[in-house]
Nanobody
Framework: QVQLVESGGGVVQAGGSQRLSCAAS???????????KAWYAQAPGKQRELVAH???????HYAEPVKDRFTISRDNAKRRVYLQMNSLKPEDTAVYYC???????????WGQGTQVTVSS
C-alpha cells in the first residue's frame, strides 16, 4: 500500500522560508522514479490548486504566484519529494499536499497534507 507523509509545515513569518518534505513508502524505486510528482495547496474556503509539478524526466512547472520563489525537487533513491518555499507571503497560507501520479499503476496517491501558516 502506497503511503505519502508530508512534513515540514508550521508557522513562519512573511519573507521567511520553509522546506516541505514528502516521504513515500510501499512503492518500489523504479515505480517512484517513473512517476510524476506534485505539490498542491488548499487555502481556507478555496479549492485545492497545483503549486508545482516535476515530471519523471525532471521537467518542472510552477503556478504563476510561486514562480521564482518555490522550487520542487525529488530524490528518487530516498523516495522523497521536496518543496523549498522562499519569500513566503501571507497568501501562501494553506494546507500543502503531495501527490504522486504513477503511470505504472495508473493511480494518483495523495498525502494527508501539512499546514503552512505565514504570518504578516
Amino acid at each position: 500500500q502506497v503511503q505519502l507523509v508530508e512534513s515540514g509545515g508550521g508557522v513562519v513569518q512573511a519573507g521567511g522560508s520553509q522546506r516541505l518534505s514528502c516521504a513515500a513508502s510501499g512503492i518500489i524505486r523504479s515505480v517512484f522514479t517513473s512517476s510524476d510528482k506534485a505539490w498542491y495547496a488548499q487555502a481556507p474556503g478555496k479549492q485545492r490548486e497545483l503549486v508545482a509539478h516535476i515530471s519523471s524526466d525532471g521537467t518542472t512547472h510552477y503556478a504563476e504566484p510561486v514562480k521564482d520563489r518555490f522550487t520542487i525537487s525529488r530524490d528518487n533513491a530516498k523516495r522523497r519529494v521536496y518543496l523549498q518555499m522562499n519569500s513566503l507571503k501571507p497568501e501562501d497560507t494553506a494546507v500543502y499536499y503531495c501527490k504522486i501520479s504513477s503511470s505504472y499503476y495508473r493511480t494518483d496517491y495523495w498525502g494527508q497534507g501539512t499546514q503552512v501558516t505565514v504570518s504578516s
